[in-house]
């Protein structure tokens, strides 16, 4: 019954959790809102307020977790096992994660387990009641990736299909970011779609070949259209933008999901990612679930977004598999290789 606490810092939330046997007894995230002026995320911003943020959210983790333990050393006393989140994201961000929980593993003389972002994004899945047998699809999509993943065992992940170019979330903010809205715009395309006709612009659908996906040319789509209005067009037409922009968004992501499907045979459908959070895509995966007989899962929103409840599961069924972690290990920006190999 291992007990572990999983650190998630890959880009600009801060957040830990508690896993006991399986189940999430905690997990907490510290936001940051400095980067809201800048339109964007600053690497050099975020990894600051890791550091700021990481103490105090691994101990409200830790109390939450063990409330009839009265002091921090009790609790960390009760780990078996320190995880965090190596690859991939930002490298400042991540650094700070990794030294911590290194760290804290040797301070503790506990075993060290590495976890792959995306990985532990598909399990999110695996966490609550309701879990999809084996073995089965996740589309995930969040802000720098787009991927689909055949999963035969928690560990044994195949990415079947990703974007050639840019992912769904960059789509979402960079559209946002064009119709003037503030940063993150993704969700306020969602708030405003909800108003509009989704069918009122046509904007470009990329073919590209089997399950890769592209979304740089609806961008590109969607600044030319912009670029050919008048003034005020935007303001008049928002809520019908957004909805156009959504639905073109979600139908490319649909398209490349129904061809795995074809391809596999396999008929249970996870979403996992930032932009699984999306009510368009939630609303739409389901209605295609109920059309064509697919078994769909959607986690709950504070599983969709990075946490570390996703780190802490996939730490566990590695914990399982004696899947650990020397204290040589580093982070990486970039994880370029399979996350079934990692």
């Known amino acids: 019954m291992p007990t572990i606490l999983a650190i998630e810092s890959s880009c600009d939330e801060t957040s830990a959790a508690v896993c006991v046997d399986g189940k999430i007894?905690?997990?907490?995230?510290?936001?940051?809102?400095?980067?809201?002026?800048?339109?964007?995320?600053?690497?050099?911003?975020?990894?600051?307020?890791?550091m700021q943020n990481i103490v105090p959210v691994i101990d409200a983790a830790l109390t939450q977790a063990f409330p009839?333990?009265?002091?921090?050393?009790?609790?960390?006393?009760?780990?078996?096992?320190?995880?965090?989140?190596?690859?991939?994201?930002?490298?400042?961000?991540?650094?700070?994660?990794?030294?911590?929980?290194?760290s804290l593993a040797l301070a503790l003389n506990k075993p060290l387990i590495a976890v792959h972002h995306m990985q532990a994004h598909v399990?999110?899945?695996?966490?609550g009641e309701e879990r999809p047998d084996f073995p089965f699809l996740c589309l995930t999509v969040s802000g720098g990736h787009t991927q689909i993943v055949l999963a035969r065992s928690p560990l044994?992940?195949?990415?079947?299909?990703?974007?050639?170019?840019?992912?769904?979330?960059?789509?979402?903010?960079?559209?946002?970011?064009?119709?003037?809205?503030?940063?993150?715009?993704?969700?306020?395309?969602?708030?405003?779609?909800?108003?509009?006709?989704?069918?009122?612009?046509?904007?470009?659908?990329?073919?590209?070949?089997?399950?890769?996906?592209?979304?740089?040319?609806?961008?590109?789509?969607?600044?030319?259209?912009?670029?050919?209005?008048?003034p005020g067009f935007i303001e008049q037409h928002l809520a019908d933008l957004c909805a156009s922009i959504q639905y073109t968004i979600i139908n490319i992501l649909l398209k490349k999901v129904k061809k795995a499907i074809q391809q596999t045979g396999v008929r249970r459908i996870c979403i996992a990612g930032g932009v699984s959070a999306n009510s368009g895509l939630r609303k739409t995966l389901q209605e295609a679930g109920t059309k064509h007989g697919w078994k769909t899962y959607i986690p709950p929103f504070e599983y969709c977004t990075d946490n570390a409840a996703m780190i802490a599961i996939t730490a566990y069924y590695k914990y399982l598999a004696n899947e650990f972690s020397?204290?040589?290990?580093?982070p990486s920006a970039r994880a370029e290789w399979s996350i079934s190999n990692y």
Not at 26 to 50: C, D, K, M, W
């Open 25 to 50: 007894l905690s997990n907490f995230i510290a936001n940051q809102t400095v980067h809201e002026q800048y339109g964007g995320v600053v690497p050099e911003l975020a990894s600051r307020a890791h």
């Open 68 to 102: 009839q333990l009265l002091t921090p050393h009790s609790r960390l006393q009760t780990l078996d096992a320190i995880a965090f989140t190596q690859a991939p994201g930002l490298i400042g961000s991540l650094l700070v994660g990794t030294q911590f929980a290194k």
């Open 123 to 127: 399990l999110a899945n695996l966490i």
């Open 156 to 230: 044994d992940l195949e990415v079947i299909g990703e974007t050639i170019d840019d992912a769904a979330g960059e789509a979402f903010d960079k559209s946002a970011k064009l119709l003037g809205l503030p940063y993150p715009g993704g969700p306020l395309i969602d708030k405003y779609a909800k108003e509009g006709d989704p069918l009122k612009f046509k904007f470009a659908e990329p073919q590209i070949p089997e399950l890769n996906f592209s979304f740089s040319g609806l961008k590109t789509s969607v600044l030319y259209f912009l670029q050919k209005q008048e």
């Open 326 to 330: 020397t204290l040589d290990v580093g």
